[in-house]
């Protein structure tokens, strides 16, 4: 089985990830427990890059932690 790979091309292995929970309301998020399992790549924040993947994936607007296109770095600032 091949590694699986954030949109970068990193791989996402034990020490490389930060996994999370992040609530939500969209329907497949509700459908798992009200939110998604998240995780986050950790050679791309170190390249100042921010790439978090939702699991399962999020569907419509009003996610507090998504931006609309995930080309763009993140621009800082708290979360």
Do not use: K
């Not at 999370?20 to 950790?42: F, K, M, V, Y």
């Not at 399962?56 to 708290?78: A, I, L, T």
């Amino acid at each position: 089985m091949d590694a699986l790979t954030c949109p970068y091309g990193h791989p996402l292995t034990p020490g490389e990830i930060l996994v999370g929970w992040s609530p939500c309301i969209c329907p497949p998020a509700w459908a798992n427990h009200g939110g998604h399992r998240t995780t986050q790549c950790l050679a791309c924040n170190r390249s100042h890059i921010e790439t978090v993947l939702y699991d399962p994936e999020h569907v419509g607007g009003g996610h507090p932690n998504r931006r609309s296109n995930p080309d763009q770095p993140s621009r800082g600032g708290s979360q």
